[in-house]
């Protein structure tokens, strides 16, 4: 694990338990843990993301990400493979998605 | 933990109401990073042909939890049948439903369809069923990757955890 991340406090599965101690090096991370290099696209999901829970208080689902900033279902699956609701909200630092769609 | 998990639903009903359990639970299945195929066959195909998709219905008769309170009246009770079989009901039914889908963003079928299509899902139509309604590939949406055989729908899921709605 990297040294970054030695220092932040985490949840059973990996997820920051404050967003507030987010950085991006965390982000980076986080994604390098994954295996994800993270692009400019990345972070303008990223960067979305952690606007949502701002505004809203919760994670955005897969299909809240799609329409709210626009990255087509396909291409959301190739930046974040495998599950990316859930890798961008870890990644974000924010908490894992809920809702079903 | 994920990682090799794969799931298989079969979708054997054409209602609107049984359209969508394997559709919700394979996104959240592809959300989770597990792989998935489903599988279309008898009234299942009415989901993916392209003339009846958006015209899938549900309707009230012989469905006993179908209440009242379902439709926002305050006491929640039983419909009668016999009111079930009037011409319009499964009409109302169906509008009912489509708009409590869409309170809650849950996109139509032809959507979903497509939504789980490019997240990596693998659609099939059953042969025998096709065969049997006398439909050909140009019936199906764009979605839907081929026509397989029972056998060959078997093959591609082993190790997969199936499914049957």
């Known amino acids: 694990m990297s040294a970054v991340l030695e220092k932040v406090a985490v949840n059973d599965e990996g997820y920051l338990l404050n967003p507030d101690d987010w950085t991006p090096e965390i982000a980076e991370a986080f994604a390098k843990e994954m295996g994800i290099e993270l692009t400019d696209r990345h972070w303008e999901i990223i960067n979305f993301v952690r606007n949502y829970y701002k505004e809203k208080g919760q994670s955005p689902t897969l299909r809240q990400i799609s329409t709210g900033a626009g990255v087509p279902t396909k291409e959301l699956f190739k930046l974040f493979p495998k599950g990316p609701a859930k890798k961008v909200a870890r990644i974000a630092g924010v908490p894992k998605p809920e809702g079903c769609i | ?165």
């Open chain 2, 1 to 165: 933990m994920a990682e090799e998990r794969k799931m298989a639903f079969i979708c054997s009903k054409g209602n609107l109401d049984m359209a969508y359990p394997a559709l919700i639970m394979g996104w959240a299945a592809l959300g989770e990073g597990v792989d998935v195929i489903i599988f279309f066959t008898f009234w299942g195909l009415d989901l993916i042909n392209k003339k009846r998709v958006d015209k899938l219905q549900l309707a009230p008769v012989a469905n006993t939890s179908m209440k009242t309170g379902m439709m926002g009246f305050p006491i929640d009770m039983g419909i009668p049948q016999i009111v079930g079989v009037l011409p319009g009901m499964t009409a109302v039914a169906t509008a009912l439903m489509k708009k409590k889908m869409e309170e809650l963003e849950v996109p139509p079928v032809r959507e979903m369809l497509e939504m789980l299509h490019d997240a990596g899902a693998k659609l099939y139509a059953c042969k025998m069923t096709v065969d049997m309604m006398g439909l050909t590939k140009d019936d199906f949406l764009d979605v839907v990757d081929d026509i397989v055989t029972a056998g060959e729908f078997i093959e591609m899921t082993e190790g997969a955890q199936i499914v049957f709605i």
